[in-house]
């Protein structure tokens, strides 16, 4: 029913609200009725009296009364045990190239089985999924895929990896852990897109079953991360280090918003910082803003500007910087950083050719850092 | 300057000890409160002033707390009869929260009657949220259907509790139950969302009364209940102003707390700062010398 015909029907103009012409008025049909939300016990939280819960997940650390919902919006106190409400609950699954996420130095010209459910830790105003992230959990289409079919679809489907995307895979923790271990049962590697929220205990364990995390960045100043993501720049940090630490593969994007985090004494420090605390070789995009959500008055990011800030995180000595969100551009091209030459081509999310010999430069044998098999 | 009317009528034996209410008690409070709140003889005079014939009033309640601490069906019938009772169309009134799960379990029976009163929420099939974002300082929403295509004049009903974050939940903040992401503004003691929520103009040019159910007080530890901080007080705060009204719910919680021998909520970090904030903004007084309190005991 369209929402006009729904005020018409309260207006009393003679409609029936409902879809059938057998209309039970003492039960009215409501989204949540087949919304069917999980109910599986949350891992990462504490209980206190009273039926209150603090949930360790995020740095949010949310403590809730009976009933109450997290910031997220996906994680609820019922009767003081702390429930995840979208396990095996996608409200997204897709066959994407791997460099959509992207990911440029992991398995490269591959497909990743894509999931997301609804949710996010954080609200940041230039949300580019906001639909799908900044929403409670019965608020959004979604169906059952439990862990065990995601991997079977991800298989099925050809793809190499399964990828946790779209919003941000800490508030589905649970569901993105035991999907990952059975992804690895079938031979695929997992591959989280986050935004680096997460609290290091979780993080630790969820090292031990995925391959690859990149980490948006949203900027390097906390006030930008108070004002813009209502989050905190700190723990991101120590979320990267943390993979850096890691066997598991990092890239960092970030997106360059017009006056809001371009400015180029940020991006050095960024970069210096990047440099000598994580390392050379970790791949950074800088991805070009279009507006959206909240953060409509600002044009696209111009293409110079994504240059000028490349240039700076080269002189800064990173070895591996892209530019993202610009289809054509030939700084989407992976380069050996010894002998220059191309080592991957790409147009857009398209793997045009690969000149890569056992993970190293095919004309200088130089190694070139990522999961390439 | 005038002071801002805010009405307190207390309803001897309103609530029983098994916390049963008394539904003519409470039409009776509602009548003696409305005359007060207008300066009126009648009930029917004082609606008339505050409600044109032709307006499709919504009832907003809370009832994310449950059977226990949820705004009591019993007072929305009230309150939705006196109107009617005075010449409102029935048809033309919602008792409307979020959800219906949630009205369901306050004990609402729900209702899409076309010609008849109805009680429904926003998740209700045909209903739902505005697709398009309303970006207000620093709040960005859905707003329901409801609040933005149905209702002309609202009326907020909401229960009044402890709140471990806002410090209270009353009037104001019952319209985060109006847009889709309340989670999303719990932050620095709600402050100042609860606020810049209420100056949106889906919210503000649409307001009308705030009524607060402080019939049975979650005093401590809300929002949640626990029946060992909830006192049955018996009593209907009725104000045009929806920071006096709030600032007059928040001295009844404080009142209850200190004669239970617990900590005043600055002295627990959780003043309501966002009545300052409201009041700063124009949408009303929350300062004790500019609020007129009017009690009376039915």
């Not at chain 1, 004494?265 to 909240?294: N, V």
């Not at chain 1, 147009?347 to 050719?353: H, L, R, W």
């Amino acid at each position: 029913m369209k929402r006009r015909r729904f005020c018409e029907t309260l207006a009393g103009t003679g409609f029936l609200l409902g879809t059938g012409a057998a209309h039970d008025l003492h039960r009215v049909w409501t989204f949540e009725d087949v919304a069917n939300l999980s109910h599986v016990e949350a891992r990462y939280y504490k209980k206190h009296p009273d039926r209150e819960t603090e949930c360790l997940l995020c740095p949010r650390l949310c403590k809730l009364g009976d009933k109450e919902r997290g910031y997220c919006g996906v994680r609820q106190n019922d009767g003081g045990t702390y429930y995840t409400l979208v396990y095996g609950k996608a409200c997204s699954a897709n066959v994407d190239p791997i460099e959509k996420k992207p990911f440029f130095h992991f398995l490269p010209g591959t497909d990743a089985f894509s999931i997301a459910t609804a949710g996010c830790n954080v609200n940041c105003k230039f949300c580019q999924n906001w639909q799908i992230s900044q929403v409670r959990a019965e608020q959004v289409p979604h169906f059952d895929l439990p862990p065990v079919e995601v991997a079977a679809a991800a298989a099925r489907t050809g793809c190499r990896s399964v990828a946790y995307t779209y919003t941000e895979p800490t508030v589905f923790f649970e569901y993105m852990y035991d999907s990952a271990v059975e992804a690895r049962r079938k031979g695929l590697k997992n591959c989280v897109v986050t935004a680096g929220h997460i609290q290091p205990e979780p993080l630790q364990d969820l090292l031990k079953v995925v391959d690859a995390i990149k980490i948006d960045l949203k900027a390097f100043r906390q006030d930008f991360y108070k004002d813009y993501v209502r989050g905190d720049l700190q723990p991101v940090l120590e979320a990267i280090r943390m993979v850096s630490q890691s066997k598991v593969w990092l890239e960092i994007v970030y997106l360059v918003i017009p006056t809001l985090n371009d400015a180029e004494k940020d991006i050095r420090s960024m970069c210096r910082w990047t440099a000598k605390e994580i390392g050379r070789d970790i791949p950074i995009h800088f991805t070009r803003f279009q507006p959206m959500y909240l953060v409509k008055n600002l044009p696209p990011t111009p293409i110079s500007t994504l240059e000028s800030l490349r240039d700076i995180a080269i002189q800064e000595g990173m070895h591996y910087v892209y530019v993202g969100n610009v289809p054509g551009h030939s700084a989407e091209n992976t380069y050996c950083p010894r002998c220059r030459s191309t080592v991957i081509e790409r147009f857009g999310m398209q793997v045009k050719a690969m000149a890569m010999n056992k993970g190293a430069c095919r004309s200088c044998q130089y190694p070139i850092p990522g999961i390439w098999a | 300057m005038n002071k801002s009317k805010v009405v307190v009528i207390k309803g001897k034996g309103v609530v029983s000890s098994g916390a049963d209410l008394d539904r003519k008690k409470i039409s009776e409070m509602l009548s003696v409160g409305f005359r007060l709140l207008t300066g009126t003889r009648e009930p029917g005079e004082s609606l008339a002033r505050l409600f044109a014939r032709a307006e499709r009033i919504g009832i907003k309640v809370n009832t994310i707390g449950g059977r226990k601490i949820s705004t009591r069906p019993e007072l929305s019938l009230s309150l939705a009869e006196l109107l009617i009772k005075n010449g409102q169309p029935d048809r033309n009134i919602v008792i409307w929260d979020r959800t219906n799960r949630e009205l369901r379990e306050a004990g609402y029976g729900l209702s899409d009657r076309t010609n008849g009163l109805k009680v429904l929420a926003t998740d209700t099939a045909g209903a739902g949220y505005e697709t398009e974002i309303i970006s207000h300082r620093n709040i960005g929403s859905l707003f329901s259907t409801i609040q933005t295509n149905f209702v002309t004049a609202s009326i907020s009903l909401a229960i009044l509790k402890d709140h471990g974050l806002a410090g209270v939940t009353a009037g104001m903040k019952n319209y985060f139950g109006a847009i889709h992401n309340p989670n999303k503004y719990h932050d620095s003691h709600c402050d100042p969302f609860i606020a810049e929520l209420f100056e949106s103009g889906p919210i503000k040019d649409k307001h009308r009364l705030s009524l607060l159910d402080a019939l049975v007080v979650q005093y401590h530890r809300g929002p949640s209940y626990h029946a060992q901080w909830a006192e049955r007080s018996g009593a209907l705060i009725f104000s045009l102003d929806p920071v006096a009204a709030d600032a007059v719910g928040w001295r009844l919680i404080e009142t209850l707390r200190s004669r239970k021998g617990l900590p005043s909520l600055k002295e627990e970090d959780r003043e309501p700062v966002y009545l300052g904030t409201a009041e700063k903004l124009g949408l009303g007084r929350a300062g004790g010398d500019s609020i007129e309190v009017i009690e009376d005991e039915v």
